[in-house]
């Protein structure tokens, strides 16, 4: 099935066409965005687009990206401006008023490095937890971001002595490539080839309908949002979906909660706040209640491996079918389809698997990893737009966004033909980001406006909550 036809096949439901002002490049990509889920868009005059070289020195990645001990680098595709157009989409389908206060979307990009004090450190990303590896002629990416990982990299590599990215970096540099993303796969690391930038992409996302869509959905109806996702990306998007005045739940499993509650509190605090928190067990009792939940939710957002669901009995397409209106949006590293379904993935390796690197080393002559995690809040932004398009078009949708091919969209959007054209708009950007002085921008973060719920402490009322009236 198309990747268009199941948002489109209501487009006469949608209303008016709708209003989206400005010119330039984050405009272009925000009508992108809205006319590829089947809205229809009216350009109208507005203010002018940040050049995209300003947006990324403004988002703080310039300053995340590059040699520790050299000058911060700019992104020759325009990333930051394609996370400042999914906000203008974002805010073009959100009920009138709900989004005047949303942030500009390349603000977004530096958060969590802005608030962990996170630097660029080359060919491994700011947090530590992915590296460049030079393999048989080419490079790798793997990252290595829970002490589960690290206990599993002997085994990866069948030595016991490996203890640092030094070791690895000296274990693997003969070794082929393939046979390395194979083994690290199958013991579930998150591993990748840095490769080129396919051309053209894979969609940006792709939808199949379970249902017929209900009554599309009145502007004032504020939807109900069961989070199952955790760290970054899933987070980011219910979060947006509350700043347009989505009723929130987030659902954490008892025994493996959240695993950004071990980073820093003010990032999570920031994703999370005004959301309700529920823990459950995923015994008997526990389903029952998560499939409650999902019964009475208008949007799903799950940032799981098809299997893991599956395997608690938890059947996305089942749900949908179940429930009438139901939205359900599934963000993985690779889709949903076997074997890719099952491969770990995190948000700066996804880049690297979009091509995001091996392009950056194109340019610079430099393995680079580009920003911190770009993949994570980018998939956030998107993931938010395409539920609140099938939220009302009436639902019945499982749409379906990957961390790498969101970053392969940026990527191909408005790409010049060729290495140097590539080079030389790399060279504009950055003079026109070194004229206004932000070549060494740091990331920025907002505050949180208070603390995010303690884990499961709305087990109780939750349900309730949503069963009254909105």
Request: hydrophobic content about 45%; some cysteine.
């Amino acid at each position: 099935m198309s990747r268009h036809s199941t948002l489109r096949d209501r487009s006469s439901l949608a209303g008016p066409p709708l209003r989206l002002p400005g010119s330039g490049t984050a405009t272009d990509y925000a009508r992108d965005l809205l006319e590829s889920l089947g809205e229809r868009v009216n350009v109208t005059t507005g203010p002018e687009d940040l050049a995209p070289g300003v947006a990324w020195a403004r988002s703080g990645l310039m300053s995340l990206t590059g040699l520790p001990d050299a000058a911060g680098q700019m992104c020759p595709v325009p990333l930051a401006s394609c996370a400042d157009g999914a906000l203008r989409a974002l805010r073009c389908l959100a009920p009138a008023g709900a989004a005047d206060d949303l942030p500009a979307g390349h603000a977004l990009l530096g958060e969590r490095a802005a608030i962990a004090g996170l630097h660029r450190r080359g060919a491994i990303s700011p947090g530590g937890g992915c590296c460049l590896l030079a393999v048989r002629d080419e490079w790798i990416a793997v990252s290595l971001v829970r002490d589960a990982d690290w206990a599993d990299v002997p085994a990866w590599l069948e030595d016991e002595r490996i203890r640092s990215w030094e070791d690895i970096a000296n274990a693997v540099a003969t070794r082929d490539a393939m046979r390395l993303i194979e083994r690290a796969r199958l013991i579930g690391l998150a591993a990748c080839v840095s490769a080129p930038p396919a051309m053209p992409p894979r969609p940006w996302y792709t939808a199949r309908r379970y249902a017929a869509p209900a009554a599309p959905h009145a502007a004032g109806r504020a939807p109900r949002v069961l989070d199952l996702s955790s760290l970054w990306a899933g987070p980011l998007c219910t979060h947006l979906l509350q700043r347009l005045g989505a009723r929130v739940i987030k659902l954490e499993s008892i025994e493996r909660p959240d695993g950004a509650r071990r980073g820093p509190p003010a990032f999570y605090d920031l994703l999370n706040s005004g959301k309700k928190s529920v823990a459950l067990a995923f015994d008997a009792p526990g389903i029952e209640h998560l499939q409650q939940l999902i019964d009475r939710a208008d949007i799903v957002v799950e940032a799981s491996r098809p299997r893991a669901l599956r395997q608690l009995g938890v059947i996305a397409e089942e749900c949908i079918a179940r429930r009438p209106g139901l939205t359900w949006i599934s963000i993985t590293g690779y889709g949903r389809e076997e074997p890719a379904g099952n491969w770990t993935a995190y948000g700066d390796d996804a880049g690297v698997a979009a091509g995001l690197s091996a392009l950056m080393q194109q340019v610079t002559g430099l393995p680079l990893i580009c920003g911190d995690a770009v993949a994570d809040p980018l998939t956030g932004m998107h993931a938010a737009v395409a539920a609140l398009a099938a939220h009302r078009r009436g639902g019945g949708l499982l749409v379906s966004l990957a961390l790498r091919d969101i970053v392969a969209h940026g990527i191909a959007f408005g790409r010049p033909a060729g290495d140097g054209a590539l080079r030389e708009r790399g060279r504009a950007w950055t003079t026109d980001a070194l004229a206004q002085g932000l070549c060494a921008t740091p990331p920025a973060a907002r505050h949180a406006p208070g603390p995010a719920r303690p884990i499961g402490a709305d087990n109780d009322s939750a349900l309730a909550d949503w069963t009254s009236a909105c």
